[in-house]
């Protein structure tokens, strides 16, 4: 039972170029998240999937797009990266939406130069 | 809008000292009252949490409390250890935007020997 897997753990990109962030979890979670963790802040919501096929808008969306074609992983796309999306990306998973626990992967930390 | 407030946002404590972070949430339905723990460059892991049915739950020298009149929740961290320094969060939702999971700003825990 490996929980949430992030793929990958880093990466450099050079502006304009685009890249995929995979989240995969194996916990049969119908809620899965994106946030992104600028040093020394908080967690902020970029999108959201509240089951397969579904997605939504979260406090930062703009420049990212999402896609939850299957229910074990939540795709995060950069179509023309930006330095100010250099930060730490986070997936999550929970059973619930405010009501359990949220399980989170390990990070990618992005560069984007 | 803001749908939960962390503070303080930092907090400096001498080793063995107690430590206090509240969280102040806007929805009265919320039922459901996690705290979260990230120490430097891992991923945030859930720590303690509380349901609406009690006040107060502790775990050895954790505990949080709730006050759903003044819909607020603390944590509280006794006999503070170097090993509890970490940057710590709560979480909120709003019942009408399921998936929406917010979290507080985080506050940062320095716990000096």
């Known amino acids: 039972n490996a929980g949430v ?21 194996d916990m049969n979670h119908e809620y899965m998240y994106w946030y992104r963790q600028d040093p020394g802040m908080g967690l902020r919501l970029i999108h959201y999937s509240v089951g397969e096929g579904t997605t939504a808008k979260g406090e930062v969306p703009d420049g990212y ?11 995060l796309g950069l179509e023309s990266a930006a330095p100010s999306q250099t930060s730490v990306y986070f997936c999550a998973s929970s059973y619930s939406t405010g009501k359990t626990e949220a399980f989170f992967g390990q990070g990618t ?3 984007v130069v | 809008g803001e749908n939960v407030e962390q503070h303080p946002s930092t907090l400096s404590v001498q080793e063995g000292d107690s430590a206090v972070i509240k969280c102040t949430y806007s929805d009265s339905a919320s039922n459901y009252f996690p705290w979260y723990k990230q120490e430097l460059g891992k991923r945030p892991q859930l720590i303690i949490d509380i349901r609406s049915n009690v006040g107060e739950k502790k775990d050895q020298r954790i505990a949080v409390t709730l006050n759903k009149t003044a819909k607020h929740f603390s944590l509280h961290i006794t006999e503070t250890q170097p090993e509890d320094s970490a940057v710590y969060f709560c979480d909120t939702y709003e019942e ?5 999971l917010i979290f507080g700003k985080g506050t940062k825990l320095s716990v000096k020997p």
Do not use: D, I
């Open chain 1, 5 to 25: 897997t992030q793929t990958p753990k880093f990466r450099v990109l050079k502006t304009g170029q685009s890249m995929t962030l995979l989240c995969a979890q």
């Open chain 1, 65 to 75: 797009n999402v896609s939850r074609l299957k229910k074990q992983n939540f795709l």
């Open chain 1, 109 to 111: 930390r992005l560069t």
């Open chain 2, 96 to 100: 009408r935007s399921q998936g929406n």
